[in-house]
C-alpha cells in the first residue's frame, strides 16, 4: 500500500472491477452526482461473459415468482421468520444484520434495474425448473446483463478504463483511502478520488490464496469454472488497508465436464438424481439422495485422481429424453453398454467392482430411487469438480464500508459483489466430506431459495455507490472545485 501526498481528486468515486458489483455501484453513484470511474484489468467481456458473470439468474428468495411478471412477485415470508430460519439453520456465523437488509432490499432493487434502468427480464420462472430456485431471468442471460449495464453506465457519462490494473491503494496520514493507483499501456499513474469502492470478484484464479484459505484438494482438485483472472486483488489491497477477511474457506463448486463447465447436474438435472456416483476405483462415496450438487463436487475433489463417473440406466436416461437428445458432447462424455461389465471397461474400471458395487446398491434401494437394472447402462465420464467461484471475502457493515480488523469502518473504502464475505450456509457432512448447505444459495423460505451473486452484486454494489458517492461529495476539502 503506497502513502501519497493528498491532492485534488480526479474522480469523487473511484471503482475496481467492471463486474455486476462495480458497475452497479458507479451507476448508483453516478445517480447521486458523483463523477465516476471505473478500472478492469480485463477488456470489455474479453475472457468473460457468462463465466465471469454468471448467468443472469437473478435469486429472489424472498419473493415467490407468481408467474406474470416481477409485478407479480410477492414476498414469500416475512423478514423476521426468515431471519429466524437463518439463525436456527446458519453456521453461527451469518450476518444477520446484512441478511436482513439483502431481504428488505432485494426485490426493490430488481424493480429498479427494470423500471429506473430499463434492464429486459425475459420472464420470472424457477431456475432449472425448480420450485425452490424462485428466479427472474434477464435478456441475453450474462453477457446480455453486462453489454446493457455498460451502456447505462456510458450514457450516465462513467469513465470506464479496460485494461487498466489496479496495483494498490493510496492513503492518507490517517489511513483513509484517498484514491489509488493503477497501471495501463501508458504506465503507472494515481488516480486520487473521495472513494474508493473494491468490487474486484473472488480469488478463485489465484493458488497460492486458495491454498493458504481453501486447501489443496480444491485448489488442485478442481477446474476453474468461472474467471481464472479473478486473483484477490481486492482482498489483498483490502487486507493491506487493515481489513478483517472472513469466511475465506467457503467456496461454490458444481459438477463440471471440462468441455462445457457444465457437468450433468446442469444439463442432466432430471437424469442425474436417477444414477449413482462412483470413483475411479468403483467406490461409490456419497448418498446422491441427499448430496446437492455443491457437496457432491465437493466430494468429488477427494476421490482419487479427483473424477467421477455418473452410471445411469436406461429408466433413468427416460426420465428426460430430450435432454438427453440434446445434450452436447454426448459422444465424448457418454458411454452406453448392454451390461453393467462391459459399461466399466468403456471407461476402465474395474468390471466385477463395478457389477458389485451396483448389486449393493440395487439391494439397498429404497424409497424413491430406482434400481440400476434397465439396460442399456450409461457411463458420464469424467465428471469433476468446477470451481465457479470463492464466497468468504472482505467484511462490511450495512453502509458497505470496509472494516478493519478492530471492527472499525476504513475511511474512504467501501466493496461490493464476490469478493464481499456472502457465505451464509450451513456446513455438513456426507461421506466424510464437509460441504456448505447453502454457501451460494441462501435458505431463505420454507421451500428453499437462492441467494445468487448478481443479486448480491446487485444489493450491495448499490449501497457502497450511494455511500461513496455521499462521502465523497461532502468531503470540501478533496474535492476538484
Ligand atoms: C459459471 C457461473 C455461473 C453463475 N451463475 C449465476 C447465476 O445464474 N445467478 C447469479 O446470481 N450468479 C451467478 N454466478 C455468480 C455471479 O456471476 C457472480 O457472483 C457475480 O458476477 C460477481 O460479480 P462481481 O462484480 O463481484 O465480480 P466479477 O464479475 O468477477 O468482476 C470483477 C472484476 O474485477 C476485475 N478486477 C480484478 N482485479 C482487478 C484489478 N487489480 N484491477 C482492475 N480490475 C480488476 C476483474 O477483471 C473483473 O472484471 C455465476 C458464476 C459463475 C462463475
Redesign the pocket.
Given at each position: 500500500m503506497a502513502r501519497a501526498r493528498k491532492s485534488e481528486p480526479k474522480a469523487d468515486v473511484a471503482i475496481?472491477?467492471?463486474?455486476?458489483?462495480?458497475?452497479i455501484a458507479a451507476i448508483e453513484a453516478a445517480g447521486k452526482g458523483a463523477r465516476v470511474t471505473v478500472?478492469?484489468?480485463?477488456g470489455p467481456m474479453i475472457g468473460?461473459g457468462?463465466?465471469?458473470?454468471?448467468?443472469?439468474?437473478?435469486?429472489n428468495e424472498t419473493c415467490r415468482a407468481g408467474g406474470g411478471g416481477l409485478d407479480h412477485v410477492e414476498p414469500e415470508m416475512p423478514v423476521e421468520e426468515l431471519l429466524a430460519m437463518h439463525l436456527k439453520q446458519g453456521w453461527g456465523r451469518v450476518d444477520l444484520e446484512l441478511l436482513r437488509l439483502f431481504h428488505e432490499r432485494v426485490l426493490g432493487d430488481i424493480r429498479w434495474l427494470r423500471d429506473d434502468l430499463g434492464l429486459p427480464f425475459t420472464s420470472t420462472g424457477s431456475?432449472f425448473g425448480s420450485i425452490l430456485l424462485q428466479t427472474v431471468h434477464v435478456k441475453g442471460r450474462?453477457p446480455g446483463l453486462m453489454r446493457f449495464l455498460y451502456q447505462a453506465a456510458e450514457k450516465r457519462g462513467i469513465e470506464i478504463r479496460f485494461e487498466?490494473?489496479?496495483?494498490e491503494l493510496l492513503t492518507g496520514d490517517l489511513g483513509e483511502v484517498i484514491g489509488l493507483r493503477?497501471r495501463d499501456a501508458g504506465g503507472t499513474r494515481d488516480i486520487h478520488a473521495g472513494a474508493v469502492v473494491l468490487?474486484?470478484?473472488?480469488f478463485e484464479g489465484n493458488n497460492e490464496m486458495m491454498l493458504r484459505y481453501v486447501g489443496p484438494q480444491i485448489t488442485y482438485g478442481a477446474v476453474i469454472?468461472?474467471?481464472p483472472?479473478?486473483?484477490g486483488?481486492?482482498h489483498q489491497m483490502a487486507l493491506e488497508a487493515g481489513a478483517q477477511l472472513t469466511n475465506m474457506s467457503v467456496c461454490h463448486i458444481?459438477t463440471t465436464n471440462r468441455l462445457l463447465?457444465e457437468g450433468p447436474t446442469r444439463r442432466l438435472r432430471n437424469i442425474w438424481p436417477g444414477g449413482i456416483y462412483v470413483n475411479k476405483e468403483g467406490q461409490r462415496f456419497i448418498d446422491e439422495g441427499t448430496a446437492d450438487s455443491d457437496t457432491l463436487s465437493n466430494a468429488i475433489a477427494y476421490q482419487p485422481g479427483s473424477v467421477a463417473a455418473l452410471i445411469f440406466d436406461e429408466r433413468a436416461r427416460l426420465m428426460d429424453p430430450e435432454a438427453y437428445a440434446a445434450y452436447p458432447y454426448k459422444d465424448k462424455l457418454i458411454r452406453s453398454a448392454a451390461t453393467i461389465e462391459e459399461l466399466a471397461e468403456t471407461i476402465e474400471m474395474p468390471p466385477a467392482q463395478l457389477r458389485r458395487i451396483v448389486n449393493e446398491f440395487n439391494a439397498s434401494v429404497e424409497g424413491k430411487a430406482h434400481r440400476l437394472e434397465t439396460p442399456p447402462y450409461y457411463a458420464y465420464y469424467p465428471v469433476v469438480p468446477g470451481l465457479?467461484?470463492t464466497l468468504g471475502g472482505v467484511k462490511i457493515n450495512t453502509a458497505a464500508q470496509v472494516i478493519d480488523r478492530e471492527n472499525r469502518p476504513i475511511a474512504g473504502l467501501y466493496a461490493?459483489?464476490?469478493?464481499v464475505n456472502w457465505s451464509f450456509g450451513k456446513p455438513f457432512t456426507v461421506a466424510g466430506v464437509t460441504s456448505y448447505m447453502g454457501n451460494y444459495h441462501i435458505r431463505s423460505s420454507k421451500k428453499g431459495g437462492?441467494l445468487?451473486?448478481?443479486?448480491?452484486?446487485l444489493v450491495f454494489?448499490r449501497i457502497a455507490g450511494e455511500r461513496a458517492a455521499q462521502a465523497a461529495i461532502k468531503k470540501p476539502k478533496l474535492r476538484k472545485s
Open positions: 475496481v472491477g467492471a463486474g455486476m458489483g462495480g458497475l478500472l478492469d484489468k480485463l468473460k457468462i463465466k465471469a458473470h454468471g448467468f443472469g439468474w437473478f435469486g431456475l450474462g487498466t490494473k489496479v496495483l493503477a468490487a474486484a470478484g473472488g469454472s468461472g474467471c483472472t479473478n486473483t486483488d481486492g458444481n463447465s465457479n467461484h461490493a459483489g464476490s469478493m437462492a445468487g451473486g448478481l443479486s448480491t452484486a454494489g
